[in-house]
């Protein structure tokens, strides 16, 4: 079974230093672990319109990408580099965090919709809808007015540790998605608890 082509990891977050611990920036999360995992440094990038770091799994050389533009604008930077390295929808994954899951779980997913998310609206508006998804759950506050509020929040310790577990899983299940396919790894990912 071969494994399935990704040429760029986009994780979705707001930059600066008063989002980083929030729930909306559990894609960053991914990204940075992923980057320190494999001893990658990011860059900032103007011309992407965000934060770059090139790793190479398994021979295979994969650019990271933290857009530098708030959330409902990360299409903006995805479309640059994917353009400028000539890479489809179908070899993009991007990792965001996700209501519609509880907290420690996480998908794959291809394709679909934006289900809400306003950085998935932007990426979908800029290169399509066809391309992988990974989906940190992060759980619903339970009432859609709270919402906004919710995921701009931290989440209490013990919810923000099982985020960063599920982080890790998914870090472990990306090799095999990588390197054995997509199903190998879904499977694998979405029985794990």
């Known amino acids: 079974m071969s494994g399935t082509s990704i040429k760029i990891i986009v994780g979705l ?18 990204v940075d672990a992923l980057a320190q995992r494999l001893d990658g440094r990011f860059r900032s990038h103007t011309r992407f319109q965000g934060e770059i770091c090139r790793v190479t799994i398994d021979g295979s050389e994969i650019t990271l990408l933290k857009p530098a533009t708030y959330m409902n604008r990360s299409g903006l930077a995805i479309r640059a580099l994917s353009d400028y390295l000539k890479v489809t929808p179908a ?12 907290v420690g779980d996480a998908r794959f997913k291809l394709g679909g919709g934006h289900g809400g998310h306003n950085g998935l609206r932007d990426t979908i508006t800029h290169i399509g809808a066809d391309f992988w998804r990974l989906r940190i759950g992060i759980g619903h506050p339970g009432d859609k007015s709270q919402v906004i509020d919710y995921v701009l929040r931290r989440a209490p310790k013990a919810e923000e540790d099982r985020i960063l577990d599920s982080i890790a899983n998914s870090l472990d299940a990306l090799q095999v998605f990588l390197g054995q396919g997509a199903e190998k790894a879904m499977n694998g990912l979405h029985q794990k608890k």
Request: glycine letters at 10%; proline letters at 10%.
């Open 13 to 30: 977050g707001n930059p600066g230093p008063e989002h980083v611990l929030t729930r909306h920036n559990a894609g960053f999360w991914f």
């Open 91 to 102: 070899e993009t994954l991007v990792v965001h965090d996700e209501l519609d899951l509880p």
